[in-house]
Antibody
Framework: QLQLQESGSRLVKPSQTLSLTCGVS??????????WNWIRQSPEKGLEWIGSVHHSGITHHAPSLKDRVAISLDQSKRQFSLTLKSVSAADTAVYFC??????????????WGHGLLVTVSS | QSFLTQPPSASGASGQTVTIFCSGS????????VNWYHQVPGTAPKVLIF???RRPSGVPDRFSGSKSGTSASLAISGLQSDDEGDYYC???????????FGSGTKVTVL
């Protein structure tokens, strides 16, 4: 079974860039039916999908974050990454990385990292 | 503000059945499948049901899901103390062109 682990800065200053990495172990990252996702959770907004990357390199982002988000994949390092620019206090949340299975008739998150609390504060 | 609406709380006595509802729209639940996740505070969500009513390997058959129109439900029978926590529905949203989650329901075993 896949294991995912988030790492990165837990404290980011307002207007700066949040950078997180998700390490993947226990399985292949080259799976046609799988996308690699970032999701965040806060008391104000609940669970919020940020975006995804496929092993082909194709990315998708939530429209509300699209201008600030970049997600990339490095299969040689077995990891994928998130950068979120120009952060504010509203970006304070627990950030999860997760794999999603995507077939014709379903799409769901089957493996999750433990989550990393990122606080935006000066 | 979540795309999918759930009641904030639900409860039941040990051994009983509790049902959680999830309300969506034609942009999500009506034409896309529904998933259910269980989250114990301080941990990551774990999938219980996918594709409306299918259980991943290892999830007991006490958990069952169904869908009708723009709403879905999760039933938990034989309620146990380990079932406490937050339950979230999820689906694909055509307007967002991405996955969306419900607002979450906190389940308490009395």
């Amino acid at each position: 079974q896949l294991q995912l682990q988030e790492s990165g800065s837990r404290l980011v200053k307002p207007s700066q860039t949040l950078s997180l990495t998700c390490g993947v172990s226990g399985g292949s990252m080259i799976r046609t039916s799988t996308s690699w996702n970032w999701i965040r959770q806060s008391p104000e907004k609940g669970l919020e999908w940020i975006g995804s990357v496929h092993h082909s390199g194709i990315t998708h982002h939530a429209p509300s974050l699209k201008d600030r988000v970049a997600i990339s994949l490095d299969q040689s390092k077995r990891q994928f990454s998130l950068t979120l620019k120009s952060v504010s206090a509203a970006d304070t949340a627990v950030y999860f990385c997760a794999s999603a299975l995507n077939y014709d008739d379903y799409y769901y998150f089957d493996n999750w990292g433990h989550g990393l609390l990122v606080t935006v504060s000066s | 503000q979540s795309f999918l609406t759930q009641p904030p709380s639900a409860s039941g006595a040990s051994g009983q059945t509790v049902t959680i509802f999830c309300s969506g729209s034609s942009s999500n639940i009506e034409f896309n499948t529904v998933n259910w996740y269980h989250q114990v505070p301080g941990t990551a969500p774990k999938v219980l049901i996918f594709a409306d009513s299918r259980r991943p390997s290892g999830v007991p058959d006490r958990f069952s899901g169904s869908k009708s129109g723009t709403s879905a439900s999760l039933a938990i029978s034989g309620l146990q103390s380990d079932d406490e926590g937050d339950y979230y529905c999820g689906s694909w949203d055509a307007t967002l062109n991405g996955p969306v989650f419900g607002s979450g329901t906190k389940v308490t075993v009395l």
